[in-house]
């Protein structure tokens, strides 16, 4: 299980890495002649709010004078704009510090000192700037809705979350009603349902009011329907936080840079239930069922005795099987597009830590709300980032020059590899493992040519682009492609997540068995050449951020590998681990900077990647999707996820939609109508109306 101590004791208990602790140290020693120094805050960005103001994410750039900063990740002690604190500091590197501030409607307008203070045992280091940041006198306003609740469709059990983001003076009220009546307790910007049910459909929208007024947001209507067989949805990654590309940073609206990122979009949410007895964790969301724990051992402890070889792997769920474990009998091993349903990007990368200790707070690629997790096991001589866990999906190439490969996900550094399958780093490779039942379709496209240069997964109700960009790009640029293209008369097309981008690799195809990218054959590739001298394939950006434990928190992004996922290893150029692995790459930069790659395989680092773009369709998975509830437009049907119009049921007569009937013709017969109804409950059972995934929101193991 995960533990955590001080790095060091004493002094620098607060530091959070070896190398903080080893910098910290120094600087401590230093700092016994300043018993209490004041250095500048150079800059403060932005310098000026108004009252009421709430969640002002700002930026202190600090001076580089003696006695320097803490190195990047150590908090300071308080952030201060007057007497206001600041909440949520970050340090994501020497000498700039980012708070989030709250200005209350009654504070005191006028230039406030803006104060950074650290309280090493030896002394107080503070930063300021005299009148460095301005409260301005507030605006009276009343609200008015940014960003209206979006309708959507869920099924049952799993989480529903309808939004409204709201301007004017603070405090804002906000009041959620269903059907036009108030909902007991929903009093937030954003109203969870968890877990829905057919119950809670219905028309939804927000009251939101200040002492100036009052604004309605328009309705968005909740569907319950059941998922047709072999539909899917892909689960969001969790990330809402936005990035540039060094470090976090309030969201960007829409034609500024680094808009459209993961964070800006809400995607279908995580939402999980554990067992009665504790031993499972059922995905409201997949469909899929879960062993909650690693611990193969039973010993409540997760480390290295309780990982598996791939032989013992292939034999488990036989095991859990014959004990009926949790109440079932139909376990058997995740593939790699299941096992990476579970990943969460809301982690934090720990390659740099040498144990756990060294780095309190970590955070791995998976809710421990719900999974019980360890990391490496370092008391056995393994590194923190250690925590591969098996999937059954095997590379149909081979890794390091020739070593059988099985993909995994690595939910301590949140990465996907191919690990060799037969020889590790202390003799036979083994890793952790977590089995599944139910759902037998999750991860199985359904891929159409639309014939306009775009492609649908029916199965995940996602559009694609089918040639990708041509070129590569940066993660700035790369997000501003998507955004800005248009195609086949859509232009809401967008960077995919990481979870979306990977949903659409096919694992049957290599480039040394298939020739072709791994992807279906549907799509176009650019190819290009790799650093090995060989045509291969691009690694394609997402719109995530793949956040590290210290350093600059938003200066890599995270890609997928569609042809080999290159390593510099042992002199050699090598595909290290496979065509279909996800990693990460620096958002910015000169691939030159990295001739040996980067990490322990050497990843190969090209920063500037392609973009395969995608949008939600908001269309069909079977005829009872299109169903508008009228008579005379007759019976309409899902073609291709397209909804075609019906045909009139009363051909050359006229039809009367208040009787549901054809003028001059007989009403149905009372057996008619029991048929009619029959079919339309029939049909509805398993109706999903549309599967809109995603809505705009403006607000590497190793």
Known sequence: ??????????????????????????????????????????????????????????????????????????????????SIPGTSASHPTQYVITATFDIPNGEP??????????????????????????????????????????????????????SVVANGTQPLSYQWQVDGADISGATDATYTINPVSVTDEGAYRCVVSNNFGMATSDEATLTIRDLPTGAYFVVDTAESTCYNDTTSMACSAQGQPFYGQDGQYLGRAPSYAISGDGLTVHDNTTGLTWTRSPDTN?????????????????????TLNSENFGGYNDWRRPTIKELYSLMDFRGTDPSVCATVAD????????????????????????????????????????????????????????????????????????????????????????????????????????????????????????????????????????????????????????PDTTSSAAIDPVFSSSTIVNELGQTDYPFYWSSTTHVPYDGEVGAWGAYVCFGRAMGYMNGLWMDVHGAGAQRSDPKDGDPADYPEGHGPQGDA??????????????????????????????????????????????????????????????????????????????????????????SPVHFEGR
């Open 1 to 82: 299980m995960i533990s955590s101590r001080p790095c060091l004791s004493g002094a620098v208990r607060r530091y959070r890495t070896a190398a903080a602790c080893f910098v910290a140290v120094q600087a401590i020693a230093s700092a016994t002649a300043f018993g209490q120094a004041t250095n500048e805050i150079i800059s403060v960005s932005p310098d000026t709010a108004p009252q009421g103001t709430v969640g002002l994410v700002v930026t202190f750039n600090l001076d580089t004078d003696t006695p320097a900063a803490p190195p990047a990740g150590v908090l300071p002690n308080s952030v201060m704009i007057g």
């Open 109 to 162: 307008v006028g230039a406030k000192d803006a104060v950074i203070t650290y309280s090493p045992p030896e002394g107080t280091l503070t930063f300021s700037a005299i009148g460095g940041f301005t409260v301005t006198a507030s605006v009276d306003t009343p609200p008015s809705i940014a960003r209206q609740p979006q309708s959507q469709t869920a099924p049952p059990g799993s989480q529903v979350n309808v």
């Open 298 to 318: 039973g010993d409540g402890d997760i480390d290295e005795d309780d990982k598996l070889s791939w032989v013992e792997f292939a034999a488990y769920p036989d």
């Open 359 to 510: 780095c309190p707070n970590l955070s791995p690629f998976i809710d421990t709300t719900y999974f019980d997790f360890g990391y490496g096991d370092t008391d056995a001589g393994r590194r923190v980032i250690d925590a591969q866990f098996w999937s059954s999906t095997e590379y149909v190439s081979t890794v390091f020059g020739g070593d059988p490969a099985i993909f995994g996900v690595n939910f301590a550094d949140g990465r996907i590899k191919g690990y060799p399958r037969d020889t590790g780093p202390n003799g036979t490779m083994t890793e952790y493992v977590r089995m599944v039942r139910g759902n037998p379709d999750y991860g199985i496209n359904d891929f159409v040519d639309n014939g306009d240069g775009t492609v649908t997964d029916l199965a995940t109700g996602l559009m694609w682009q089918q040639d990708d960009s041509g070129n590569g790009l940066n993660w700035q640029d790369a997000l501003a492609y998507a955004e800005g293209l248009t195609l086949a008369g859509h232009d809401d097309w967008r960077l995919p997540n990481a979870k979306e981008l990977q949903s659409i690799l096919d694992y049957t195809r290599s």
């Open 605 to 694: 680092v090209r920063i500037f990647n392609y973009v395969r773009a995608v949008r939600d369709t908001g269309g069909c998975l079977i005829d009872a999707d299109c169903d508008d509830g009228l008579f005379c437009t007759g019976v309409e049907t899902c073609v291709d996820g397209a909804c075609q119009a019906g045909t009139d049921p009363c051909g050359s007569a006229a039809c009367d939609e208040q009787a549901d009937a054809c003028s001059g013709a007989p009403i149905p017969a009372v057996s008619d109508w029991g048929l009619i109804v029959l079919a339309i409950v029939v049909l509805t059972a398993g109706t999903l109306v549309c599967l809109q995934r995603r």
